[in-house]
């Protein structure tokens, strides 16, 4: 499903970002990045969305080479993964429901199929009563949901979280990590950068540990450890 | 591709109206700009016609010895009248002249029994001659200098009036330059306003840009908006311009037809009102399509 080969990034001043990491990812896994800020998480999942190209090594993610990605073809290539922020990024001008919407609009699903999947996919991460609401309206835990759900109402192969519950009390939280591993038990790939002990610990999944930009564990069922 | 359109226009107008204050904020600098462009359309009439009503003042009269047949006078009318240069020749007969002579001194009772006492008529008939443009007067009045013409002929006015004309044309042509010159700079600081503006408005959108990006928008999804929001944005800032000049051009056109006579400034806003709404509407559409269309650009990259 995902395959890193090799991969470093060398940012200005050959500050290495990552260097040599490889891993794989199956489909249907549930794994979680760990490190601590700066260990090159974000690095790992920019590189991973196409956001930044590595300074070498290859980057496979479904049938893409990701690494190849010209500018052009972005915009294709994201409506084939899911992507939540730890600043949900949601559109500000646009409420819950059109936000969701937009993810299948900008992939020309026709009106009718967006109109009768955005409520049951809200519905589903519990949003129902909130769908005609602006980002503004709406607690930081609801926010996320909504980001979630427009992550994932195009069915992607895969969902790319970046610290998703940085921004979250410890009850969102748990939310939140629930409706992501919900989403994993239905098929989906789900990729979770986060330097939350308390999170790693909890999924009990497997756990790739990043230090300087290099990949320092790699464990099914794995424990937050730092050295 | 029809879908794509149809939410295109959907996402501008939504954003147009959900953006309410920078929107208000753009149609008022549009709007602005445009006024000065108006003001600019409206500068060059006046001079144009303060050119022409100036213009249509110079004239060379040439008067004829007071034994010239009239068949002869008429010929040499003819000879003038096929030069390229001229562009009427009026022809008074001294009777005419002195008809005209005695309705503007009717009231003089010296020079009118001065006339009368004359017994015979003392004015000399003569053509009056308009040119295009007041640089054409010196090759007519060279034309005259013609030794078969200078015979019949008693005195030419240009000769008194040279120095005058040729001031004239020298101001004539520096009014034009100095009106060319001010619609091209006041038209790019305009231009440049409404371009900063956009590129702001859009600068606080640039999160939603990368957002847009991230959820797999294309391009043209992304662009479209903005660019359709710079069409609303311009044709309503159009509308919006000539609404506002219409009671000043009201105002201001009894003062400038009593500077310029012939000049009906409010005339002419009625009967060009259309192509002066075309003008108007394709700057402020023009600038804002440009201005937006380079502004998102720059946010396309990842």
């Known amino acids: 499903m995902v395959n890193l080969q090799n991969v470093s990034k060398i940012y200005n001043h050959n500050t290495a970002a990552l260097e040599d990491v490889s891993f794989e990812v199956k489909m249907g896994e549930f794994v979680s990045l760990a490190g601590r800020s700066g260990a090159g998480k974000s690095t790992v999942l920019k590189l991973l969305i196409g956001e930044d190209k590595p300074t070498r ?88 949901r909504v980001a979630i759900a427009r992550a994932m109402v195009h069915r992607p192969e895969v969902i790319i979280a970046d610290e998703p519950t940085g921004n979250l009390d410890p009850l969102h939280t748990w939310d939140i990590i629930g409706l992501l591993k919900k989403i994993n038990q239905l098929g989906t790939t789900v990729i979770l950068a986060t330097h939350d002990r308390e999170v790693i610990n909890g999924l009990e999944k497997r756990v790739i540990t990043l230090d300087q930009g290099r990949v320092i564990r790699d464990e099914e069922k794995g424990k937050y450890i730092l050295i | ?122 004015l000399e008939s003569s053509l009056t001659i308009k040119a295009y443009s007041p640089s054409q007067y010196a090759s007519i009045a060279g034309y005259l200098e013609n030794p078969n013409l200078k015979q019949f002929i008693s005195s030419v006015s240009y000769a008194k009036n040279q120095v005058v004309i040729n001031r004239l044309n020298a101001i004539l042509k520096n009014i034009n330059r100095i009106g060319l010159g001010m619609t091209i700079t006041l038209s790019l600081i305009a231009g440049l306003v409404v371009f900063n503006t956009i590129r702001l408005a859009i600068y606080s959108n640039r999160e939603e840009i990368g957002v847009m990006r991230a959820v797999g928008a294309s391009n043209v999804l992304v662009r479209g908006p903005y660019v359709i929001e710079g069409i609303f944005a311009g044709l309503i800032a159009a509308v919006l311009s000539l609404i506002i000049a219409w009671p000043i051009i009201q105002f201001v056109s009894p003062y400038l037809s009593s500077f310029i006579p012939g000049l009906q400034i409010s005339n002419y806003f009625y009967s060009n009102i259309f192509s002066l709404l075309g003008y108007q509407g394709l700057f402020g559409v ?17």
């Open chain 1, 57 to 144: 090594g290859r980057i496979f993610l479904g049938q893409f080479e990701v690494n190849k990605i010209r500018d052009k073809e972005l915009p294709a290539f994201r409506r084939h993964i899911g992507v939540v922020f730890q600043d949900f990024r949601l559109l500000p001008t646009k409420k819950a429901y059109e936000n969701v919407a937009f993810a299948l609009e900008v992939a020309g699903r026709p009106q009718r199929e967006i109109q009768e999947l955005v409520p049951q996919i809200l519905d589903m991460v519990g949003l129902s009563d909130k769908m005609n609401n602006f980002p503004h309206e709406l607690s930081g835990g609801e926010k996320q």
């Open chain 2, 1 to 122: 591709m029809i879908t794509i359109i149809s939410r295109i226009f959907r996402y501008s107008l939504k954003n147009f109206w959900r953006n309410g204050w920078l929107t208000t904020v753009t149609i008022i600098i549009i709007t602005l700009a445009l006024l000065v462009f108006f003001g600019l359309i409206v500068f060059n009439v006046v001079t144009d016609q303060a050119i022409a009503s100036i213009q249509d003042k110079i004239d060379i009269s040439v008067y004829f010895k007071t034994n010239t047949p009239e068949d002869q006078i008429l010929n040499i009318k003819k000879s003038v009248e096929s030069l390229r240069e001229v562009k009427t020749v009026d022809y008074i007969s001294s009777d005419k002249a002195l008809e005209v002579f005695k309705a503007a001194h009717k009231d003089d009772v010296t020079i009118s029994q001065a006339v009368s006492e004359l017994g015979e008529n003392p």
């Open chain 2, 286 to 302: 023009g600038i804002g399509v440009f201005s937006s269309f380079i502004a998102v650009r720059r946010y396309l990259k990842n």
